[in-house]
């Protein structure tokens, strides 16, 4: 046997793995890194985070990736190139995290790596009827396990395309092996660029779960804000606090197909962008609204879409108990809206269950990377959107 498939074999095995979790989102604000201790698989998973860090991104890498990104027509040399920059990126800031928190490279097992999208085409936006769902992520694993020594996963969406999804979102995996609980209904919120939430029933039956996109979370607010205030977002909603949201744009916004699809549902920023916005202003005639007015509108804009996607599953009344994640929580107005909105339900963060919000994405793909290696598919029943996989591809070192 070649002794890296022995290692391999021997790390799946243990009691326990330290599996290094990579997020980098559509907001493309740093590299998520969490190092998670797992213990178990399946329904007795028991993780805990031991480190978490955001490795940050230069503005020329950050500008970089949005050369490349969510654009139907791009440098093809330079996507080629940045398949390999963003991997040799992520192992670097993976070796400074491990030097940082004082761990030798050799004391990690494993590492899952998501990749950075640059692209999501499921059928719904692309439309073409002789083409598949597709999406892409960026970011060879080979580079990271070869610049790191450890064994890497990555490529996770692209098992869930070939067996019939539409390659997101994959939070219905890990928030179920994580998060649910016998008699307690939960929503688990996650407000990125795009806003998802995963459904978890309290009687547990893996057969009733599902994880749908609902609209836009942070994408449009903040391509807004780095266009017209050269800011990277917008922090603590300062700019929004102090518009007025306008109905005749909100509605114009909420005039889109998308919102009809049945759950569970992919979208990107393929869809939602400053065109998008621009098309529905042209609509409502409101190209002359204060930048404020537009910021808010935006917000209410997330928070009606998120709502609206939750009232459909619990009805207008909803008593839905909520825990957020993502850097849209970190927005007061939205929270604030969302409240308003769904007076009845509760809301939580992921810390109130023992994992840093901002680190859940991360450790989702530690959660994933684990049932690849120690686990077995989930049997979700036969439902379109979510099929019983194991997902993810693996890297050796040497």
């Given amino acids: 046997m070649n002794s890296q498939i022995q290692e391999l074999y021997n790390k799946a095995s243990k009691s326990e793995r330290l599996i290094i979790g990579l997020m980098s989102g559509t907001s493309m604000d740093g590299l998520d890194i969490a190092l998670c201790r797992v213990c178990g698989h399946g329904a007795e998973t028991d993780i805990k985070v031991l480190k978490f860090k955001t490795g940050d991104f230069t503005d020329d890498f950050r ?12 440098d093809l040399q330079l996507v080629c190139l940045m398949n390999e920059h963003i991997a040799n990126t992520h192992a670097d800031l993976i070796n400074n995290a491990l030097e940082e928190w004082g761990y030798k490279n050799e004391e990690i097992d494993f590492i899952a790596s998501h990749g950075q999208t640059i692209f999501h085409a499921p ?3 692309h439309k073409m009827d002789d083409y598949p769902n597709g999406t892409l992520q960026i970011g060879d694993g080979d580079h990271i396990a070869v610049k790191t020594g450890i064994i890497t996963l ?7 395309l070939a067996t019939g999804g539409e390659g997101a979102p994959l939070a219905v995996y890990g928030d179920y092996l994580m998060f649910s609980k016998t008699d307690e209904d939960r929503v688990m919120l996650n407000i990125g660029g795009i806003a998802n939430f995963t459904y978890l029933p309290g009687n547990l039956n893996a057969s009733e779960i599902f994880s749908t996109d609902v609209g836009p979370g942070n994408t449009l607010m903040d391509q807004y804000m780095q266009k017209h205030y050269n ?10 606090l102090t518009g007025t949201y306008n109905q005749n744009l909100l509605s114009a916004l909420l005039n889109c ?6 759950f569970p549902k992919t979208t990107g920023p393929e869809l939602f962008n400053l065109d998008y916005l621009i098309e529905a202003q042209k609509i409502s005639s409101t190209q002359n609204l204060k930048p404020e007015d537009v910021m808010a509108t935006l917000c209410h804009f997330s928070a009606v879409t998120i709502s609206d996607a939750i009232k459909k599953c619990f009805g207008n009344d909803a008593k839905a108990k909520v825990f957020m994640s993502g850097g849209g929580m970190h927005n007061p107005l939205l929270v604030k809206l969302l409240k308003e909105s769904l007076p009845k339900s509760a809301f939580a963060t992921t810390d109130d269950l023992n994992i840093d919000p901002d680190a859940k994405e991360a450790v989702l793909f530690a959660v994933l990377a684990n049932e690849t290696l120690c686990g077995k598919p989930i049997n979700f029943g036969n439902r379109q959107g979510v099929p019983s996989v194991c997902m993810g591809k693996i890297s050796l070192p040497e």
């Fill in 257 to 262: 197909d998308f919102f009809s699809f049945d």
């Fill in 63 to 74: 500008a970089k990736i949005k050369a490349v990104f969510s654009k139907k027509q791009v």
């Fill in 154 to 160: 990555s490529d996770f969406r692209q098992k869930h």
């Fill in 123 to 125: 059928k719904s936006l």
């Fill in 231 to 240: 800011q990277f977002y917008d922090k603590n909603a300062s700019v929004a």
